[in-house]
């Protein structure tokens, strides 16, 4: 199975964006769905975008709709996700995630994680 690792995290000024990247080892990234999720402070880890394996339909929790922008490349074991026009509450800790069964919202659904990376968002 594929191993995750993401990047691009930090600190950034409402309003501002950010660029978060996961890189995936292993040929079978392709049959992979792809998501990202977040935790935090206190709270449960929550949905955050998600994509399909081949032609890349894309969903996202109505909390980010119109300002993230999740996206894969299959030739460079890579996903993506933009996040623009950022805001406090956007402030948890990233994590990329592969699904090879189905295009879930859980996290249970999701069977390989990332380690995570922070993003802080000040006001």
Known sequence: Q?????SGGGLVQAGGSLRLSCAASGRTFS???????????????EFVAGISRGVGRTYYADSVKGRFTISRDNAKFMVYLQMNSLKPEDTAVYYC???????????DEYDVWGQGTQVTVSS
Do not use: H
Request: net charge positive.
């Open 31 to 45: 049959s992979y769905y792809m998501g990202w999720f977040r935790r935090a402070p206190g709270k449960e880890r």
């Open 97 to 107: 995630a592969a699904a090879i069964a189905t295009m879930g919202l859980r996290p």
């Open 2 to 6: 594929v191993q995750l690792v993401e």
